[in-house]
């Protein structure tokens, strides 16, 4: 897919340059015109797989433009028919209105770095195609700052060929432009500062990376999985439940993983902490809060608390459940905070956990017992779906947000 992309592009340009070589370009730039609408599919397909909304309107949008630019080109005109111009300039306005707004909507408003470059390849791309496609020669200009937005925004969503393929391009569009300011007889020497301004000014506006700390995060659409910030060190915590009339007799936490996007973090035994407590007159909602107790601790593989096993006492009534609350916490590294925001910084929101243990219960072993869910993770207060189910309650009450 990315070379497809890649190659499309990167042979429009070259050929839209070579056109300005030419006494009668028209064919090297019709050629030029089509190997672009052959990239654009690609590109489109791409963006979206990494939820990069403005980017893929500017793409979308930029349809027309080249569709203009191939029957001018064609026809040998300069001056397109003011109704369609004026049509295409709507068009364009309406997309990228609709590809900014699904991203405010995606991220909670503009708040990742990719969204910032996103923004920057609208006044490139889309001014640049508009301006190419009446042989201004000003739209070689703003390509530049179209072309550096988006090899970065190529090099931190990880497709290195395009990434280069990025950069190898600024060599004909930089060609280009002196060229079409030779030909237009407009002042070299103030062009070239120009240029170099827009190419500065692109890489300025990649602003640094957010440390976690400058993030609110939190984790939508899941009950499974939650991410708690207590200041210090930020901790991904898996609540596990079991209620009944039997008696788990042994917990052991096997492996797992929670997936943030591209980045995977592997739960081991060793870099976990477990603890289990046991509620033995729970009622059937399993919504109390007090009654629990501390039956099992365990701090990255050693175990301090041990008394699962332990005979229980008889019930005073008889409707009275069992109630296990088993807690999963992965603190994490700084390391792991910054490939965090790294991914969320790249769009990469949606994520997925799974964990694997075995348990004894009533002395019958369960092996390969295991939970696997869905989630996105999001800047900003979740909404609350714990306070929709009254056996979170516990849960509400040790980990209060």
Same mark, same amino acid.
């Given at each position: ?5 890649? /190659? ?22 019709? $050629? ?17 797989? *990494? ?15 080249? &569709? ?21 300039? !709507? ?8 590809? !900014? ?5 995606? #991220?909670?408003?503009?708040?990742? +770095?990719?969204?910032?470059?996103? &923004? ?41 060929? +395009? ?11 930089? /060609?280009?432009? &002196? ?7 407009? =002042?070299? *020497?103030?062009?070239? !500062? ?22 609110? #995060? ?21 609540? !596990? ?13 096997? %492996? ?9 973090? +592997?739960? *081991?035994?060793?870099?976990? =902490? &477990? ?19 501390? $039956?099992?601790?365990?701090? =990255? ?29 992965? %603190? ?50 979740? /909404? ?16 209060? *947000?």
């Amino acid at each position: 897919m990315q070379w497809w992309g890649g /190659i499309g592009y990167l042979l429009s340009k070259i050929f839209i340059v070579r056109s300005e070589f030419l006494e009668n370009g028209r064919n090297s730039r019709l $050629i030029g015109w089509f190997a672009y609408l052959v990239g654009m599919p690609a590109w489109v397909i791409l963006l979206l797989s *990494k939820q990069s909304w403005i980017a893929s309107a500017v793409e979308i949008a930029g349809i027309p433009s080249v &569709i203009l630019g191939i029957v001018l080109t064609w026809k040998q005109n300069n001056s397109p028919n003011k109704y369609i111009d004026g049509s295409i300039r !709507v068009f364009i306005a309406l997309v990228i209105l609709l590809g !900014v707004v699904t991203s405010i909507y995606t #991220f909670g408003g503009i708040k990742t +770095l990719s969204q910032v470059l996103e &923004i920057l390849i609208i006044f490139g791309i889309l001014i640049s195609n508009y301006l190419l496609a009446r042989k201004n020669p000003f739209g070689w200009l703003t390509f530049t700052l179209g072309l550096t937005s988006t090899s970065i925004l190529m090099y931190i969503q990880n497709k290195p060929i +395009l990434f280069i393929q990025q950069l190898v391009s600024l060599i004909p569009v930089i /060609i280009g432009f &002196i060229v079409c300011m030779k030909k237009a007889k407009i =002042n070299a *020497k103030l062009c070239v !500062v120009a240029l170099f301004a827009a190419l500065s000014f692109s890489n300025c506006a990649t602003i640094r990376q957010k440390d976690f700390t400058q993030y609110n #995060f939190s984790l939508n659409n899941t009950v499974s999985i939650f991410l708690i910030d207590n200041e210090k060190a930020p901790y991904f915590c898996i609540p !596990v439940q079991y209620m009944g009339d039997y008696q788990i007799d042994r917990f052991e936490f096997d %492996h797992g993983n929670i997936l943030i996007g591209d980045y995977d973090i +592997l739960l *081991k035994r060793d870099e976990t =902490n &477990i603890s289990v407590y046991l509620n033995e007159a729970a009622d059937e909602d399993g919504g109390l809060i007090d009654g629990f107790n501390l $039956i099992y601790l365990e701090n =990255n593989g050693r175990v301090s608390v041990s008394k699962m096993a332990e005979p229980l006492a008889p019930k005073k009534e008889s409707d009275y459940l069992n109630h296990y609350y088993i807690f999963i916490e992965k %603190h994490l590294t700084n390391n792991e905070m910054k490939n965090i925001v790294s991914e969320y910084e790249k769009g990469n929101v949606n994520s997925q956990m799974s964990i694997w243990y075995d348990l004894a219960i009533d002395g019958e072993e369960q092996y390969g017992s295991g939970i696997l869910d869905n989630f996105e993770l999001y800047d900003g207060p979740s /909404i609350d779906l714990a306070g929709f189910f009254t056996n979170l309650n516990f849960f509400r009450a040790k980990y209060p *947000k």
